[in-house]
């Protein structure tokens, strides 16, 4: 998701997120740690109105650091996942503290397992094999936490786009990564078979793009890109 989470212009995706799943909405702030307790609890306070809205359980996963996402309680915390959502903030200080821990290898048993995985703006970043570097994007980046590996997400694209040229997202576009634009209060969802074959449809209020050195292409309904 570009922007929005746990906002009602979200609500129906969310709840198409949890659609046939068991009613536990698993909530990581993680990525606004770096922001302080009181950025903390507001993610929390609209998880938990989302939640609410939704009419099911919010299970917040409160991990600020590495230590935390190696500890077995908020491991054990996110078992029984419908729906696993990490939020907004700063995407490269989320994989770094998620990556290789307990907390992220249970994320990645439930969605394996047939739970639903979201992630918005750093969220969304972080879901990719690498995550850019908007000041320097011919460095690569970092990685990410390659829940789906060949991608590389560009959330708030509507903004990001207002002030930049087609010609320097070229930057941006990595060979044999797909570069997906996402505008706020919008979602890409993604769906694979188990191949490198995924499709991914926007909805929500703006639009979603595929980015390619020839420039950006929206996706109008669907699109069927091969990722690993």
């Known amino acids: 998701m570009g922007s929005g989470e746990y906002l009602p212009v979200m609500q129906e995706i969310e709840g198409w997120l949890l659609e046939d799943r068991p009613k536990r909405y698993v909530q990581l702030a993680t990525a606004a740690a770096p922001e302080g307790d009181d950025s903390l609890n507001r993610w929390h306070e609209l998880g938990r109105l989302a939640a609410e809205r939704l009419g099911v359980e919010q299970v917040v996963v409160d991990v600020r650091n590495r230590a935390d996402a190696d500890d077995a309680k908020w491991a054990e915390a996110i078992a029984g996942a419908g ?133 950006k292409q929206l996706i109008e309904d669907s699109v069927l890109l091969r990722v690993s």
């Not at 979201?118 to 570097?133: K, P, T």
């Not at 000041?135 to 970092?142: N, S, Y």
């Not at 209060?185 to 191949?195: I, K, N, Q, V, Y």
Request: hydrophobic letters at 40%; glycine letters at 12%.
């Open 83 to 215: 729906l696993v959502y990490l939020s907004g903030g700063n995407p490269t200080f989320l994989a770094d503290t998620l990556r290789g821990t307990k907390v992220w290898a249970a994320i990645e048993h439930e969605w394996r397992s047939g739970a639903s995985i979201a992630g918005c703006s750093a969220g969304a970043m972080a879901m990719g094999g690498a995550i850019n570097d908007f000041r320097h994007p011919r460095r690569g980046g970092v990685d990410g936490l390659k829940v789906v590996p060949d991608i590389r997400v560009l959330p708030h694209f509507d903004r990001l786009t207002q002030w930049m040229p087609d010609f320097a997202l070229r930057p941006f576009v990595s060979k044999g990564a797909v570069t997906l634009g996402i505008d706020e209060d919008t979602a890409l969802l993604g769906e694979s078979d188990g191949s490198s074959m995924w499709q991914f449809r926007p909805r929500g209020r703006q639009s979603a793009w595929h980015i390619s050195s020839e420039g």
